[in-house]
Structures are given as structure tokens and as C-alpha cells.
């Protein structure tokens, strides 16, 4: 199995900081990677997939890179309505997640 | 526009069978190179991925839970569906099913499923 340790678990920053979250997983997943947003009480939503192709209709600030076993989700200026749960998903082989990173507005 | 909904019993007793089926329109299961999952979430917890099923029939199962996972499909009707044999109350938990494309896409609401006596 692939393990995705993903840091930090949560995380209070300000409106228009730069935030950045990480997963680092067990071996090499060839960039098969994935982030999603998911609100409370809502279904995952996906952000982020290949790494750094941002899915349609979700705001440039968001963004991801990595490569072989550690990858990045950016958002460059966070917005009030960014507060949410974050995770990473590897999808190289079978899926596993990332535990998740809590966001929350200083 | 794609779209999922699970459903299921809402409460079970240990031991019992947990059936949950996924209602989807946007897409189609016969369609080459197509798959949907099931994944779980406890309350408060981590996501855990149960099983795929792909256009061709083929599934895979979390090898964790394998010998208690059962994953099927109706083509004709958008429907993929999921038994839990031998539930106990760590089987609670909110499941979700999604479309399986470069990872999970599009994700259902969730059902609530709860395990007690």
C-alpha cells in the first residue's frame, strides 16, 4: 500500500497569505496526484489533478507541483471562502488519502 | 453535468449486510475506460477507498476488506452498488461514491451509515 503523509493538520493564516500544504508519499507515484477542498457537511470537490492541472472551473490561485514522492498544494492568496478541509489523493496505485489539513482564517 | 447519490439503510446491527447503491446520470458505465468507486469517511476521521468497478466489469477491492466486499453494476439503469457483509460499529461511517477518472472526480453527497445494537 501507498501511504500519503500529508503536514501541516491544520493550519490559521490570514486573508491574502500565500498557504501551502504538503503530501509526501511512501514511493515514487509518478505524479498521480490529486487535491480536494471539501466544506463542511460537502462532498469532496476536486481541485487539483495530474499534480498541477487545475480542474475546470476552480479559481487561478489554487495550484500544485511535485514530482516522484512529494507534492504541493498552493493557494496564493487565501480567500474567506477558502476555509475548508484539504487532502491529497494518490491514484498510482489503487487511491489512498492524505489525512487532511484543516484551514481556517486568522 | 455529472452527477451521484447514495443510498442506503441508515442504521444496521452488527452482523447484518450493509447494501448501498449509487445513482449517477452525466456519464455512462459502458462507456470505455469508465469506473466508480466507493469510499468511506468515520466522523472526525480519514477517507478510506473500499472498491472500483470499470466499464468492463473488472473490480478492484481494498485488500483490507476484500473477503467482505462485494461491488456490482447496472449498466442500463446508472446504478453501482456496494455490499458490506458482517458489519460492526467501525464499518460507521459517512460513504461516498465517485466517478473514477485520473483519481475520484465527482464525488455523491454521502450516506450516513451507522452500526449499532
Known amino acids: 500500500d501507498i501511504q500519503m503523509t500529508q503536514s501541516p493538520s491544520f493550519l490559521s493564516a490570514s486573508v491574502g497569505d500565500r498557504v501551502t500544504i504538503n503530501c509526501k508519499a511512501s514511493q515514487n507515484i509518478n505524479k498521480y496526484l490529486n487535491w480536494y477542498q471539501q466544506k463542511l457537511g460537502e462532498a469532496p470537490k476536486r481541485l487539483i489533478y495530474?499534480?498541477?492541472s487545475l480542474q475546470t472551473g476552480i479559481p487561478s490561485r489554487f495550484s500544485g507541483s511535485g514530482s516522484g514522492t512529494d507534492y504541493t498544494l498552493t493557494i496564493s492568496s487565501l480567500q474567506p471562502e477558502d476555509v475548508a478541509t484539504y487532502f491529497c489523493q494518490q491514484y498510482n496505485s489503487w487511491l489512498t488519502f492524505g489525512s487532511g489539513t484543516k484551514l481556517e482564517i486568522k | 453535468q455529472v452527477t451521484l447519490k447514495e443510498s442506503g439503510p441508515g442504521i444496521l446491527q452488527p452482523s447484518q449486510t450493509l447494501s448501498l447503491t449509487c445513482t449517477f446520470s452525466?456519464?455512462?458505465?459502458?462507456?470505455?475506460?469508465?469506473?466508480v468507486g466507493w469510499i468511506r469517511q468515520p466522523s472526525g476521521k480519514g477517507l478510506e477507498w473500499l472498491a472500483n468497478?470499470?466499464?468492463?466489469?473488472?473490480?478492484y477491492y481494498n485488500p483490507s476488506l476484500k473477503n467482505r466486499l462485494t461491488i456490482s453494476k447496472d449498466t442500463s439503469n446508472n446504478q453501482a452498488f456496494l455490499k458490506i457483509t458482517n458489519v460492526d460499529t467501525a464499518d460507521t461511517a459517512t460513504y461516498y461514491c465517485?466517478?473514477?477518472?485520473?483519481?475520484?472526480?465527482?464525488w455523491g453527497q454521502g450516506v450516513m451509515v451507522t452500526v449499532s445494537s
Open positions: 452525466g456519464f455512462s458505465l459502458s462507456t470505455y475506460g469508465m469506473g
Open positions: 465517485a466517478r473514477i477518472e485520473l483519481g475520484a472526480d465527482y
Open positions: 495530474n499534480t498541477n
Open positions: 468497478i470499470w466499464w468492463d466489469d473488472d473490480k
